[in-house]
């Protein structure tokens, strides 16, 4: 009966510990603040480019430089 009584209490110990760790560390990781990027499609060819990353001429937007250039009148769908 004595082992049994000392098994049963490692257990209970071992379960203690493994959910104190477990609770532990997930309050402590850092959350990550998900962001959403605006994006914008390129009026030359279509493809679409983050608002920050892409040029604008007037209303248009432009995934290259040399999409600015060339403009929209022989590209986009």
């Known amino acids: 009966?004595?082992?049994f009584r000392l098994l049963f209490w490692i257990a209970l110990?071992?379960?203690?510990?493994?959910l104190w760790r477990r609770l532990s560390r997930k309050s402590a990781a850092p959350r990550r603040q998900?962001?959403?990027l605006s994006m914008v499609r390129c009026a030359r060819c279509g493809?679409?480019?983050p608002r920050d990353q892409a040029l604008q001429a007037g209303e248009q937007w432009y995934c290259s430089r040399a999409h600015l250039e060339q403009g929209s009148?022989?590209?986009?769908h």
């Not at 110990?13 to 493994?18: G, L, M, Q, S």
């Not at 009148?73 to 986009?76: C, I, V």
């Open 73 to 76: 009148e022989s590209g986009g």
């Open 1 to 3: 009966m004595g082992l």
């Open 13 to 18: 110990i071992a379960a203690a510990v493994w």
């Open 34 to 36: 998900q962001t959403t």
């Open 47 to 49: 493809v679409h480019v």
